[in-house]
């Protein structure tokens, strides 16, 4: 079974500054793929970015992007120009063969 | 294009009784998820359907939890008799298509308290 560690339980950055995430994960797989999904108060849980294991460049999305270390399975999200809207629980998660894994989450409070 | 819906969105219950929950997913969509999340824990998978067949199951305590996708579309999760330890938020997610890379689209979740 993977497993996916989120260490991380709350996090806090002032507006505008930029705030990492942390996320490890353990699969035998060589294949596999890697997402960071947000789940806003009393909101429904969205895709922030998504990694292909394969892939060696790292994911981008405008404010968000990765960090990935396949041989330290890591996989880090860094936020960049924080704003108040990405005040959220954000979960990391891992799919092998269609089975999706999910940590712990990491809730982040964006200061104004 | 109209979200995955679920149905209620809160319930309370007794222990020992039963509870059903449905989901709608988006339309088109042949993958359909249900995960349970209890409060601080990230969502854990339930069961997947493919169309109106089971692909995983693996982790449904299938002793007193059901679920089916008769005509390939909606879904119900049930709960016969419900313990305490099932409060928690449960979750509908739905793809387009079952592989590994393809984005998951949830649901608002539906909110359960065992009394």
């Known amino acids: 079974a993977q497993t996916v560690t989120q260490s991380q339980p709350e996090m806090s950055v002032q507006e505008a500054e930029t705030v990492t995430l942390s996320c490890t994960y353990d699969?035998?797989?060589?294949?596999?793929?890697l997402f960071w999904y947000k789940q806003p108060p009393s909101r429904q849980m969205i895709l922030v970015i998504r990694q292909e294991a394969y892939k060696q460049q790292n994911a981008t999305e405008n404010r968000f992007s990765v960090n990935f270390q396949k041989a330290a399975k890591s996989f880090s999200l860094k936020i960049s120009d924080s704003q108040l809207g990405d005040t959220a629980m954000y979960f990391c998660a891992s799919n092998t063969g269609n089975q999706f894994y999910f940590g712990t989450g990491t809730s982040l409070t964006v200061i104004p | 294009e109209a979200g995955v819906a679920q149905s209620p969105r809160y319930k309370i219950i007794e222990k020992r009784q039963s509870v059903a929950f449905w989901c709608n997913p988006i339309s088109g969509h042949a993958t359909l998820y249900w995960y349970q999340q209890i409060l601080g824990q990230g969502p854990k998978l339930l069961i997947q359907?493919?169309?109106?067949?089971?692909?995983?199951d693996s982790q449904l305590p299938k002793d007193r939890f059901s679920a089916e996708r008769l005509k390939g579309v909606d879904s119900t999760l049930k709960i016969q008799p419900a313990k305490l330890e099932d409060s928690a938020v449960y979750l509908c997610?739905?793809?387009?298509?079952?592989?590994?890379?393809?984005?998951?689209?949830f649901g608002p979740g539906t909110r359960l308290t065992v009394l």
């Open positions: 359907f493919q169309n109106n067949g089971v692909v995983d």
């Open positions: 699969t035998s797989e060589s294949n596999y793929y």
């Open positions: 997610a739905s793809s387009p298509l079952l592989e590994s890379y393809n984005e998951q689209f």
